[in-house]
């Protein structure tokens, strides 16, 4: 219960005492123009309010990623927890907020191009292919599975099929017409129908006495997770919970609304403040898990039970607590959500071709060219099983936010700014994406004791790299 509270109590502290200071480092400058004036051209470059941009932000990094990171994560224990505030805070929101803020400082460029900027063509070239096929990767999970759910709750002639077609339509719509058309309305009220969620999920916590089953980290800090041999608790935890605690995703979206801010003061609200909202929610749906069942050793079993699906938990838990209206939101929650991460996504994906070929996206034939090929490789990935596409996914995901957190370490030392705050971070999600890769069952399934010893190998060489670039 305890842990709990200072886990929520710190995460808000981080926003206000950490994320002023994160600030300050970069040096946000009110006077200077942003790209969404400068560069303005009716499609991607429009100004926002920034309260519009934080909840579409919001929504393009949270989707279902923290509800269901959370779920599966909170099989762990409260360790979980630990996790979500320290590396939301000093690895996440930091992410997330240079991320945005570079690209508004380069004129909205995406991120595969400030990776390149900061860490060589030949990475960028890598990079610009690797985040195209995470975008794809995104889209087409986001496809998938919300169709495999609309298909059981509707009749039997919309089929799975049926509903790829009716999704896959609308992603099309969504990726051409200008940002403010269609996420621009629909985004902030579907962001902000998720936090009311959340509202009623906290309520429930303490109203209905689940809070006194959550179990404090001083007491279980440990793995406390079913078959926890094969599922270590590193790296396995720090690439279950990435939405709520650091994604690479998330480096793909912030570009978006660079687009868009009027005013660099607003990047801390919007970037930072999105990501700690994230956090909150990551958090609040580990405690109702680890709770809802009685304890976390009840939540592994239900999560055997249900073969891992956590969408099933997450209607389960929504279901009993909030009763119909619950099971309204529940159904936005795991339908309606990963759609806007979904079309997001692919919307990345054409301005990450856009930039790499610098072809102007202002015409609507432009945009069309870009993203037929997209859409037909997303399509296709549709056809291939869902868990794998997921999998692959998750680790994709942890091995940009790395890349981009080396990018950024570069960038201050480049500033000569405190860049000890991005390298400590960019050490360790480089220790975690070796070992996953090295242990895991879609990876190479190499014992522990090897994946533990490339994962403080492959981080000593990058800092060796990295002093000798600070030296130069």
Known sequence: MYSFILAVIGLILGYFLYGKFVERIFGVNPQNETPAYTMQDGVDYI?????KAFLIQFLNIAGLGPIVGAVLGAAYGPVAFVWIVLGNILGGAVHD?????????????SIPEIIGKYLGLSVKQFMRGFTLLLMIL???????????????????????????????????????????????????????????????????IFSDG?????????????????????????????????????????????PMMARCLKNEKEGRKVFFGAMVTE?????IWAAIGMSFYGGVHQLNSAISGYNGEATIIIQE????????????????????APITTGDTAFRSARLIVADFL????????????????????GFTLTQVKFDIVWRYMFWSNQVLATV????????????????????????????????????????????????????????????????????K
């Open 97 to 109: 907020y240079f991320s945005g803020m570079i690209s508004i400082r380069m004129g909205g460029m």
């Open 358 to 377: 610098s072809f102007p996206q202002k015409k609507v034939w432009n945009r069309v060219l870009v993203s037929i090929p997209l859409f037909a490789i």
């Open 279 to 283: 956090g909150l929610v990551a958090l």
């Open 138 to 204: 995104v889209g087409a999970a986001f496809i998938s599975g919300p169709a495999a759910l609309l298909s059981s709750l509707t009749p039997s002639y919309l089929s799975k099929g049926i509903w790829v077609a009716i999704i896959l339509t609308y992603y099309i719509i969504a990726t051409l017409l200008p940002i403010d058309k269609i996420i621009g309305r629909l985004y902030p009220i579907f962001g902000l129908t998720l936090i009311i969620m959340v509202i009623g999920i906290t309520y429930v």
């Open 317 to 336: 838990i929504s279901n009993t607590t909030l009763g119909t209206i619950g099971g309204i939101l529940a159904i936005l929650g795991v339908v309606a």
């Open 404 to 471: 981009v957190l080396w990018a950024i370490t570069v960038y201050l030392a480049q500033q000569k700014k405190l860049y000890i705050i991005t390298l400590l971070t960019a050490l360790f999600m480089t220790a975690v994406v070796t070992n996953y890769i090295l242990i895991a069952p879609e990876g190479f399934q190499l014992a522990n004791g090897i994946g533990y010893l490339f994962g403080i190998f492959v981080p000593l060489i990058c800092l060796v790299f990295f002093a000798r670039f600070v030296k």
């Open 210 to 254: 689940y809070i006194h089953d959550i179990p404090e980290v001083w007491n279980n800090l440990h793995n406390m997770k079913d078959n926890s041999s094969k599922f270590p608790l590193f790296p396995m935890l720090f690439v279950t919970i990435s939405c709520g605690a650091i994604s690479g995703f998330h480096a793909t979206q912030s």
């Open 47 to 51: 100004p926002m309010p920034w309260w």
